[in-house]
């Protein structure tokens, strides 16, 4: 089992920035990524940034360039760095982490979000 809790969310400027970090619990052993999701009401959810067990990350081209995602190994947590933040960037975000429970066995587990606004 797995456990996600978010935080850093807010309401910011236009130009501002925030940081949001997402603390995993419970057995992470075998994960292959983490990453940041991001949804508003009546569409889907989105990739924003993710971050595989290796290190490398990747970002939708709405947020490359101002967002960046990093890892602390010691405290099991992962971070988004939001830069430049524009309105269309408002959505509330979710921590994701995806699981190899069996070989070839893939599973998400999702935090329960946390609320960013940013005001023209």
């Known amino acids: 089992q797995v456990q996600l809790v978010e935080s850093g969310g807010g309401l910011v400027q236009a130009g501002g920035s925030l940081r949001l970090s997402c603390a995993a619990s419970?057995?992470?052993?075998?994960?292959?990524?983490m990453g940041w999701y991001r949804q508003t009401p009546g569409k889907q959810r989105e990739l924003a940034a993710t971050?595989?067990?290796?290190?490398?990350?990747n970002y939708a081209d709405s947020v490359k360039g101002r967002f960046t995602i990093s890892r602390d190994n010691v405290k099991n947590t992962v971070y988004l760095q939001m830069n430049s933040l524009k309105p269309e960037d408002t959505a509330v975000y979710y921590c994701?982490?995806?699981?190899?429970?069996?070989?070839?066995?893939?599973?998400?587990?999702w935090g329960r979000g946390t609320q960013v606004t940013v005001s023209s």
């Open positions: 971050i595989t067990s290796a290190g490398s990350t």
């Open positions: 419970g057995n992470i052993f075998s994960f292959n990524a």
């Open positions: 994701n982490l995806e699981k190899e429970l069996l070989p070839g066995i893939r599973h998400d587990y």
